[in-house]
């Protein structure tokens, strides 16, 4: 294997032993520019960074690159691999004010392909801190149709309380969770929302899947309910010794 790295010890290129093996003893190509770019292609691993070193590009062998792209807080905010690429798509990433991930997705992808190129400026940062993920991403794709149209939710996170609950949803999970659980566990993931994704529009009806986490005063996780694609609720509680350790967990529907 042989790797060519930028002045700060970045790769730009590895070349993988069976490119080394097609190179021969002589470590040139022959055939032509043609052959040199086909087995750069196949057997090669290549990568392009920004003015501050933030990785733009990564092209796997025998695989279209993946792009990446940031905001102004250094943030990955948008990639594109071959298959979104083909398809118009593309993935995003949205933070919450103290930096954390709320919310993942994919949208349509940017009007141009200047926009994954390295040099291309970064994007504005944004705060996406809400309670209703999916009413809120909605709104968003359809005031900003430029950087987030056709979103569609892969992924939310819950921080700090349980706010994002429905009154529904309290009134169900009201057994599950522990007394003397945190209300305002700071700083934890309270919850969690799942897409279901599937090989036609039939998965698009299935709300998202909602998973709820309680802790105790040490802010350890004492229980957690789940909500499967069928309705059926999981849940799952764990006791532990005074040293800390778990100590029993059961699971139940």
Not at 19 to 40: F, I, K, P
Not at 65 to 79: C, F, K, M, N, Q
Not at 126 to 149: H, P, W, Y
Not at 212 to 217: G, L
Request: aromatic content about 10%; charged content about 20%; proline content about 4%.
């Amino acid at each position: 294997t042989y790797t060519v790295s930028d002045p700060w010890g970045n790769p730009l290129l590895v070349l993988s032993p069976e490119a080394c093996v097609r190179l021969g003893n002589s470590g040139t190509v022959t055939a032509g520019a043609a052959a040199v770019t086909d087995l750069l292609d196949q057997y090669a691993y290549i990568y392009t960074y920004d003015t501050l070193l933030r990785l733009r590009l990564k092209k796997l062998p025998g695989c279209a690159p993946i792009h990446y792209a940031y905001d102004t807080e250094g943030r990955l905010v948008y990639s594109r691999d071959g298959n979104q690429a083909q398809q118009g798509r593309r993935s995003f990433m949205l933070y919450d004010g103290l930096g954390r991930v709320t919310l993942t997705g994919t949208c349509r992808d940017a009007l141009s392909e200047e926009f994954w190129l390295a040099t291309a400026p970064d994007q504005p940062a944004r705060t996406f801190d809400s309670a209703d993920a999916v009413a809120d991403l909605e709104a968003l794709s359809a005031s900003d149709q430029g950087n987030f149209a056709e979103a569609r939710m892969l992924t939310a996170t819950y921080y700090d309380g349980y706010s994002f609950l429905s009154a529904a949803d309290q009134s169900r999970f009201a057994a599950v969770r522990p007394s003397g659980a945190l209300s305002t566990p700071s700083g934890l993931v309270t919850g969690t929302l799942t897409a279901v994704l599937g090989p036609d529009a039939a998965a698009d009806t299935i709300a998202p899947l909602l998973t709820v986490s309680y802790y105790d005063t040490e802010e350890r996780v004492t229980a957690t309910a789940a909500i499967s694609h069928r309705g059926e609720l999981l849940t799952t509680s764990t006791a532990y010794t005074r040293g800390g350790l778990a100590a029993t967990a059961g699971t139940a529907l």
